[in-house]
């Protein structure tokens, strides 16, 4: 494959797309997908959910441009949906942190239910698991269940949806299953304080080993 051919956004200087007042490069992607970005405009202009989403996120940043926190734009967003009641699925480790975001969302007149990961107690072993790879061996040790976040969550009619800090994979997983929209409010990183873009701030220098192959050995195959 050329060089050019394996370009895409993370390759571009000019972002054309944004502005507009320069050129496309030539493997740009909304020229390439002229056709189909035809088909989200009408998508974003109609009363779908998609439609009320897109507007209500491009308001909020219009409005609030620099202005809000996130914390404070979520509830705006979700304010300007009408949402009625709001889902938090929590990662154990950050179930204090849940518990001030529910208080805080519900003094602005939305009601919360909040599921814990380790909703459903199933330990990590019955689902294949060795014991040897707990955090801790040989004690009980619930896996993190985002389906069952998510079951809850639907059954209760949640109309939008916030993780706070589900492990990577765990969020794909209560995603793939949650009827309402799903928006993010903590990203977990364990050794960055939940701010995984620190870990781009210091590659240059001190974290410089991220952009060695040597740190990505490839998995064993199984
Ligand atoms: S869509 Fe085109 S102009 Fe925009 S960032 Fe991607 S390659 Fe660049």
């Known amino acids: 494959m050329s060089k050019v051919k394996s370009f895409s956004c993370s390759e571009c200087s000019v972002r054309n797309c944004y502005r507009r007042d320069k050129s496309y490069p030539a493997f740009c992607l909304t020229e390439e997908f002229a056709d189909a970005a035809e088909?989200?405009?009408?998508?974003?202009?109609?009363?779908?959910?998609?439609g009320k989403l897109a507007r209500a996120a491009a308001e909020i940043e219009g409005e609030y441009y620099g202005r809000l926190t996130r914390l404070e734009e979520t509830i705006r967003f979700?304010?300007?949906?009408?949402?009625?009641?709001?889902?938090?699925?929590?990662?154990?480790?950050?179930?204090?942190?849940?518990?001030?975001?529910?208080?805080?969302?519900?003094?602005?007149?939305?009601?919360?239910?909040?599921?814990?990961?380790?909703?459903?107690?199933?330990?990590?072993?019955?689902?294949g698991l060795p014991e040897e790879m707990k955090v801790c061996p040989n004690c009980a040790e619930s896996c993190?269940?985002?389906?069952?976040?998510?079951?809850?969550?639907n059954e209760w009619g949640s109309e939008l949806n916030v993780l706070v800090g589900l492990c990577v994979?765990?969020?794909?997983?209560?995603?793939?299953?949650?009827?309402?929209?799903?928006?993010?409010?903590?990203?977990?990183?364990?050794?960055?304080?939940?701010?995984?873009?620190?870990?781009l701030y210091t590659s240059k220098f001190y974290y410089k080993r991220i952009l060695d192959e040597k740190t990505f050995p490839k998995p064993r195959e199984k």
């Open 39 to 50: 088909s989200t405009r009408k998508l974003y202009r109609g009363h779908s959910l998609d």
């Open 169 to 199: 994979g765990h969020d794909a997983i209560f995603n793939r299953h949650s009827k309402a929209p799903v928006t993010t409010f903590v990203v977990k990183d364990r050794v960055l304080g939940h701010n995984p873009l620190a870990a």
């Open 78 to 127: 979700a304010q300007k949906l009408g949402v009625k009641k709001l889902g938090i699925a929590s990662c154990v480790g950050l179930l204090d942190e849940a518990s001030l975001y529910a208080k805080i969302v519900r003094t602005a007149g939305i009601e919360t239910k909040t599921v814990i990961c380790k909703v459903g107690a199933v330990d990590k072993t019955e689902i």
């Open 144 to 153: 993190c269940n985002p389906a069952l976040q998510a079951k809850v969550l």
